[in-house]
């Protein structure tokens, strides 16, 4: 269950952080969040779908932020938790679609 928590912990983060500072603040809280849970995920050789996952989009957002250096950071913020909020709901969907639901690997560990 611990497993579980970390991996959206970096989720939690972004959603905290850009309500609080800017939609970089956010990305930032993000990014430096899913490294350390994939990071504690690999060393304990327990890699989980959301631990990439999270990796990825944050890193993916940073980029796009990067290069795009948008004007209107308020509308990027909401339209960047809009879509995180779109990423987890199409993995979750995607992962039960599959036939491999995302919990099941916590759930093979936990048993």
Same mark, same amino acid.
């Given at each position: 269950?611990?497993?579980?928590?970390?991996s959206?912990?970096p989720? #939690?983060a972004? %959603?905290? $952080?850009?309500?609080?500072?800017s939609?970089?603040g956010?990305v &930032?809280?993000g *990014? +430096?969040?899913?490294?350390?849970?994939?990071?504690?995920?690999?060393?304990?050789?327990? #890699?989980?779908? %959301?631990? $990439?996952?999270?990796?990825?989009?944050?890193?993916?957002?940073? &980029?796009?932020? *990067? +290069?795009?250096?948008?004007?209107?950071?308020?509308?990027?913020?909401?339209?960047?938790?809009?879509?995180?909020h779109? $990423?987890?709901t199409v993995?979750?969907?995607?992962?039960?679609?599959?036939?491999?639901?995302f919990?099941?690997?916590?759930?093979?560990?936990?048993?």
């Open positions: 269950m611990t497993d579980l928590i970390w959206f912990s989720w #939690l972004f %959603l905290a $952080a850009t309500r609080i500072t939609v970089y956010g &930032a809280a *990014v +430096a969040a899913a490294a350390i849970v994939t990071g504690r995920a690999v060393a304990r050789r327990r #890699l989980h779908l %959301l631990d $990439a996952a999270g990796l990825c989009y944050f890193l993916a957002l940073g &980029a796009v932020l *990067v +290069a795009t250096h948008p004007g209107h950071l308020e509308l990027w913020s909401r339209y960047a938790q809009a879509g995180s779109a $990423a987890l993995i979750v969907f995607g992962s039960v679609l599959v036939g491999h639901p919990t099941e690997s916590y759930a093979r560990q936990a048993a």
